[in-house]
């Protein structure tokens, strides 16, 4: 055996005995999770600790702790109730998966990886399963590509296997509507038993039955689609959506599974989707996170009207954080994917930290940019991501040195329409092919207004960091 070969054997020793070290600290965790479970979560964290001292991670492990033992603070409400209300297979099956396999040894790999391939290499993979959908809602950007396309389970295993060896471990699923092929994804779940995946989804294809493959298989977790409450989520979704939404959440949660939400905000239903009321509806009902979206003019027939307002977005920023604050929160993890750019070092696509397969194979750079120049069906996942445009996304990151200006089209629009004409990529619209410079073009006031409010936001909060290092 030569050294190459020695190194991998002695890699894959160390990362087979650090599942199981978590996975003993973790069944010790459970069996103490009516009493004090505290201590155990404490002794959670020292093992992460030790695992990843030579990785520079971004965290605070004392703070954590601190806030661990805090029985009056958010985050040990948040924990106790998962503990109490989530199925203890799936709750192990979670931490094994999604805590070790995929943030802690597959950031290691990953890392180790960009380093090797000179490339970037993404923490998740997004994929379309099908194109086809049960509903037809009104703007949404998936129904442009038909509902003919799909992704075999051959090639989605295929794909999930060449991650795999790249240490990716988590995987999400989009469509379309990814349920309509439910089995396949069960299949994935059971033959990938190692990795997490998360289904986005309309939530009107759950059922019992479906409850229980997900509870059997332990690592699949699901973000359903809401707009706010019943009139105006069924103006959008149609009639009768919300209830079966609020049936499929019930069901969830009953089975102790773990869901959350994917809320798309627009100038329309901003104060609706951040609202106490409407936050304090999803946490009761079992969301354990609430992923919020802006609004993306995506499309020849974009409505453009829908794009929040700066003191919208100004507003949903500060309101996000507010509410996913594990000292004083509502007890949810929140996410909003375009003003949490400071903290992820602005835009996370292109491979970065992810990248999209849409039903036809066409690798995307992000869900919201319809331009490609590789395909899984003639290219591997490593040639995919030495693609041109990828390989342009690479080197023109970060986007702008103001992470809440992340995105190359909604704030940066010029950058979007010179790497894609540059890099030769074509649309991937197979119904109405959209112009790079025509989507560009309908961003242009939107950055230039956004960049103003943004700027004067980025200075403020870098002087109140620099006052705060100078105490």
Not at 77 to 86: A, V
Not at 204 to 219: I, S
Not at 364 to 390: D, M, W
């Amino acid at each position: 055996m030569g050294y190459s070969g020695m190194e991998e054997t002695m890699s894959e020793m160390t990362h087979k005995a650090g599942r199981a070290a978590f996975g003993k600290a973790i069944d010790i965790a459970l069996r103490s999770a009516d009493q004090n479970w505290e201590a155990e979560v404490v002794k959670l964290l020292d093992l992460m600790q030790k695992y990843m001292k030579d990785e520079k991670l971004d965290f605070d492990y004392e703070l954590a702790k601190r806030m661990v033992c805090d029985r009056e603070g958010t985050l040990h409400r948040y924990i106790d109730r998962i503990l109490t209300e989530i199925d203890p297979h799936v709750l192990r099956t979670t931490a094994l998966n999604l805590g070790f396999e995929a943030f802690f040894h597959g950031t290691k790999t990953i890392r180790r990886m960009r380093k090797i391939h000179q490339c970037n290499v993404p923490w998740l993979i997004l994929m379309d399963p099908t194109s086809a959908c049960n509903l037809h809602c009104t703007g949404c950007w998936a129904a442009e590509y038909g509902n003919r396309l799909n992704l075999s389970f051959e090639e989605m295993d295929d794909l999930i296997c060449q991650g795999k060896e790249l240490g990716i471990y988590f995987y999400m699923f989009t469509g379309g509507e990814p349920l309509v092929r439910k089995t396949d994804v069960i299949k994935l779940c059971e033959k990938h038993n190692d990795c997490a995946f998360m289904a986005y989804t309309n939530g009107t294809l759950v059922d019992e039955a479906f409850c229980k493959e997900m509870k059997r298989v332990g690592n699949l977790y699901l973000a359903i689609s809401l707009e706010g409450f019943e009139e105006v989520n069924d103006l959008r979704r149609g009639a009768g959506i919300y209830e079966k939404v609020m049936r499929a959440m019930e069901l969830l949660k009953q089975n102790g599974l773990i869901f959350g939400t994917s809320i798309c905000y627009t100038s329309r239903n901003i104060e609706t989707v951040t609202s106490d009321e409407f936050v304090e509806l999803i946490v009761e009902k079992g969301c354990r996170y609430a992923l919020y979206f802006h609004y993306m003019p995506v499309g020849n027939d974009a409505a453009l009207n829908l794009l929040p307002g700066i003191e919208q977005r100004l507003m949903v920023r500060d309101r996000v954080r507010e509410i996913r604050n594990m000292s004083t929160g509502k007890g949810i993890f929140t996410m909003d994917f375009q003003n949490d750019g400071e903290f992820v070092g602005g835009c996370i696509a292109g491979g970065r930290n992810y990248f999209h397969i849409n039903a036809n194979g066409d690798a995307e750079p992000c869900v919201f940019i319809h331009y490609s120049g590789a395909n899984i069906r003639t290219h591997s996942l490593l040639e995919i991501l030495k693609q041109p445009l990828f390989m342009a996304y690479r080197a023109n990151q970060p986007f702008n040195d103001n992470h809440l200006r992340p995105c190359p089209m909604l704030e940066n629009p010029e950058i979007l329409q010179r790497i894609v004409r540059e890099s030769g990529a074509r649309s991937t619209d197979l119904q109405s092919p959209e112009m790079v410079e025509h989507l560009c073009g309908k961003c242009h006031e939107y950055a230039q207004r956004w960049g103003e409010a943004a700027d004067e936001v980025w200075k403020e909060s870098r002087r109140g960091n620099l006052a705060k290092m100078t105490l």
